[in-house]
């Protein structure tokens, strides 16, 4: 019996299908999950989260969130979800320049942890667009 994986962002939902399997980019690693998993809830990083099922493998790009899992179900919240066909890879390379830019100035000038989150989510899409 698959486990049925919902993606959801401030502008709705992104994803809704039965998987087999799903990996998950959490703060503590990478983690997956299968039906009839432990309940529990994870915190997200940016990240590729991956779901297979049904002959077919499916990647998304999240950015920070959380994902809470119970036997029958996960449901992931995260504040943005790209499929990698969305994901524009001038734009994400400009978006890392930038914050590895930011990260370079003096602490007392910059929001490093902001900087920070910035060019993980720029990672993450670049390397959502290149899988």
Same mark, same amino acid.
């Given at each position: 019996?698959?486990?049925?994986? %919902?993606?959801?962002?401030?502008?709705?939902?992104?994803?809704?299908?039965?998987?087999? %399997?799903?990996?998950?980019?959490?703060?503590?690693?990478?983690?997956?999950?299968?039906?009839?998993?432990?309940?529990?809830?994870?915190?997200?990083?940016?990240?590729?989260?991956?779901?297979?099922?049904?002959?077919?493998?499916? %990647?998304?790009?999240? %950015?920070?969130?959380?994902?809470?899992?119970?036997?029958? #179900?996960?449901?992931?919240?995260?504040?943005?979800?790209? +499929?990698?066909?969305?994901?524009? #890879?001038?734009?994400?390379?400009?978006?890392?320049?930038?914050?590895?830019?930011?990260?370079? +100035?003096?602490?007392?000038?910059?929001?490093?942890?902001?900087?920070?989150?910035?060019?993980?989510?720029?990672?993450? #899409?670049?390397?959502?667009?290149?899988?």
């Amino acid at each position: 019996m698959p486990v049925q994986l %919902s993606v959801v962002t401030p502008e709705g939902p992104v994803l809704d299908r039965a998987a087999d %399997s799903v990996t998950a980019p959490g703060q503590e690693g990478e983690f997956g999950v299968l039906a009839g998993h432990e309940a529990f809830l994870a915190p997200l990083v940016p990240g590729l989260l991956h779901c297979r099922g049904a002959g077919e493998d499916e %990647s998304i790009c999240v %950015s920070v969130g959380f994902a809470e899992v119970t036997p029958e #179900r996960m449901t992931v919240l995260v504040n943005a979800a790209e +499929r990698p066909h969305e994901i524009d #890879r001038e734009r994400a390379e400009a978006s890392r320049d930038r914050a590895n830019e930011r990260m370079q +100035r003096s602490a007392g000038e910059v929001d490093l942890e902001r900087a920070a989150a910035s060019l993980a989510r720029a990672e993450a #899409r670049l390397r959502a667009a290149s899988a």
